[in-house]
């Protein structure tokens, strides 16, 4: 009980007080991030424990080996992928933005954005990291808080609305 | 003729007497220290145990605290983030020395009611 009141220190009227813009600022997206990036790797490292575990009951050969650490460093890029892909085309939330109360969409239509254009975002996003993270610190300065990469793929990263719990009738 | 005899002092006296003495006193520990012992025994209290255990308020009051308690992480973590991504931007804003955007910038309005 004690932790839990420890933890509610943020009034809501401070964070409306400090709150200058609907769209997401760079601390949020960053640890939205941090934790989709926790997420993938967390679920590649237990895959990868669970096929090593059982590839070192039987002896393998060396080829095959290699064959197969080039499978799974191919599979695990797939997955990153397809779990950015997945989600930012789905509800436009990864598990990341859905804890942040985040949310990509389209810059025009606010609309969660299509498989194409989510996979063109993940492949822009390593050039806002390029230029020592200059793409990103572009969320600073710009009206609509806008990445690099959110200004190739058109889209913009907004707060969602709270929603309020709803109470059962007894 | 129960109650006058109960009600009259010495009977009182007595009966405190009766529950003070170490007799009573060691008896009394040794019933309970033995139901004590028995009580994991016995069948029926793992039944109950089990029966409590797997009832439906239980239960739901568990998940309940738990779903409540990340649910208030959560939104701790959420309001934390966007009070900082307020400062930095106002940081930035004075590095550069840059307006910042009225009304909040250009708010969609799906997401201006937040």
Do not use: K
Request: charged share 25%; with cysteine.
């Amino acid at each position: 009980m004690t932790v839990v009141r420890s933890l509610s220190v943020m009034p809501t009227e401070v964070v409306a007080a400090e709150r200058t813009s609907a769209y997401a600022g760079l601390a949020s997206r960053t640890v939205a991030f941090a934790l989709d990036a926790a997420v993938i790797n967390l679920v590649a490292w237990a895959v990868t424990a669970i096929v090593a575990l059982g590839f070192s009951l039987i002896t393998v050969p060396e080829e095959v080996r290699t064959v197969l650490v080039t499978t799974g460093v191919v599979l695990a890029a797939v997955w990153a992928v397809g779990y950015f892909v997945f989600f930012w085309s789905a509800t436009g939330q990864t598990p990341g933005d859905r804890v942040l109360g985040l949310r990509i969409q389209d810059e025009r239509m606010e609309q969660p954005i299509r498989g194409r254009r989510a996979a063109l975002r993940l492949l822009a996003l390593p050039l806002s990291a390029l230029p020592l993270c200059a793409g990103f610190l572009m969320i600073l300065v710009d009206d609509r808080r806008r990445a690099l990469h959110d200004r190739i793929a058109r889209t913009t990263v907004v707060y969602v609305p709270r929603e309020r719990p709803r109470r059962t009738a007894r | 003729m129960v109650v006058a005899a109960l009600e009259r002092p010495e009977t009182e006296l007595m009966l405190t007497r009766i529950a003070g003495s170490p007799v009573v006193e060691a008896t009394v520990i040794q019933v309970v220290e033995e139901i004590i012992a028995r009580l994991p025994q016995g069948e029926a209290l793992w039944g109950l145990v089990d029966e409590v255990a797997v009832s439906p308020a239980v239960t739901d009051a568990i998940r309940q605290q738990g779903v409540g308690f990340a649910d208030q992480v959560a939104e701790d973590l959420r309001d934390r983030s966007q009070v900082v991504d307020a400062r930095l931007e106002r940081a930035a804003r004075r590095l550069f020395r840059r307006r910042s955007p009225e009304g909040g910038g250009n708010a969609p309005p799906a997401a201006a009611a937040t």
